[in-house]
């Protein structure tokens, strides 16, 4: 790299690690062409530094007079080149530029063990490091490693999270000696021994951040199911007392109705009725499937929409999700209708907002499919809907959730729009 790095060959080298660390994460409007934009910024001034330092002394593979100011000079020619790559990242990716400083050390970390691997096969085979074969192996061995390795376990639904990552300042002043040393090896034709403790130290690095990464994205995980747990523990508890008191309120009107169709005045009781059943009609929500906590879940929903001018229609066999745990049911159509609900309320026109549930078994396969209207558009990521509100981490994990679940009971979940409905199709095979 440093031999012959002043020349379009290092920005070359450092975008594939680059694609592969940034390939899953989310990307702003525009991202691609603001990238392309600062890799022709960097091109430019690594063009332009480079004809700089040819007058300076560089000739081919060496530099004739290595003084401090050569360093100097080649350590602003890098940091040039380095910037042009971080705002690339920066403007491309949804990152801070803390985070796009931090992908650019990981990214450095891949490019330079794949130029230390070039470096030893080229002096012990005694060919050059460009040679053809070699240098493109290692380009696509860079690109795996930082996408299949290292950013695919990390990047969860478009968002890479390394706030709370420590040594992140660490790793990548340590990632700067490494640079420094070789360079200095470099100028003084030992690059093969730096190869040797760089790649140790830039795999120390990575399997540390990595390791650290996955552990946050685990944390992350267990603290939103845990909050989901307690909050669903809490509404199934309200629903069940509500349902109580829903059920008694029932039949005693039952009783009332009956009472009052004996009465002899016949104008006062037709007023009395017609104000019971108004008030009746809301009980008329009650769903009995044979599950009684889809029941529960079922009436819950049912009545939010009747107070929310939706119509909901169910045609459920609870038996058929009695495989299932009692919180995965609540949770699974919890969070299922509570976003069909919100689809709804987005629809001005009180009159076109519905939903449809249906729990059947056809032919040993257990069909559950929520479809409702929306209104406006739903941009899909990885095959989920993602989330138009703020705090993408704690709204977007509701359909996360939902598949998790029904990936615990080996079914398969699909997501399709078409023509203003959003359906949620969920099977399990017995």
Known sequence: MYSNAFN??????????????????????????????????????????????????????????????????????????????????????????????????????IEHIFYCIRMLAAYIFNISDYQIVLYVSCLIGSFVMAYFWFAKPIVKGGQLRIETIVATSATIIILFVVWLLSIVASFNNITHIHAV????????????QREQLINENERLVFQQKERLWKETQVRY??????????????????????????????????????????????????????????????????????????????????????FMDDLDIYTLLGNALDNAIEANEKILNKDKRWISVQIQNKKGIVLVE???????????????????KEDKLSHGFGTASIKNIVEKYNGQMNIKTDSGKYLLRMIFTE
């Open 8 to 109: 379009i060959g290092y920005l070359l080298e450092i975008i594939p690690p680059i694609l592969g660390i940034c390939l899953g994460i989310e990307k702003k409007n525009n991202g691609l062409l603001k990238a392309i934009i600062c890799v022709i910024i960097g091109f430019l001034v690594d063009t332009g530094m480079t004809m700089v330092l040819l007058m300076l002394g560089f000739e081919g593979d060496t530099i004739t007079d290595v003084t401090m100011s050569t360093y100097i000079y080649v350590l602003v020619w890098f940091i040039s080149v380095w910037l042009a790559v971080i705002f690339g990242i920066f403007f491309s990716c949804k990152v801070t530029l803390h985070e796009a400083v931090y992908l650019f050390a990981i990214s450095y970390a």
């Open 197 to 208: 403790y760089a790649i140790l130290a830039c795999l120390f690095i990575l399997f540390n």
């Open 370 to 388: 929520i479809v409702n209207p929306y209104d406006g558009n739903i941009e899909m990521s990885h095959g989920l809907p993602v989330t138009s």
């Open 237 to 322: 508890q309200l629903s069940k007392d509500a349902m109580a008191v829903v059920n008694q309120h029932y039949h005693d009107m039952k009783h009332q109705i009956n009472a009052l169709a004996n009465m002899e005045n016949d104008e006062k009781r037709r007023g009395i009725l017609a104000e019971m059943e108004n008030d009746i009609a809301i009980y008329d929500a009650v769903v009995r499937t044979g599950n009684e906590l889809l029941d529960t879940v079922l009436t819950e929903k049912k009545l939010v929409c009747h107070s929310k001018n939706i119509n909901m229609s169910c045609m459920a066999d609870g038996k058929q999700l009695d």
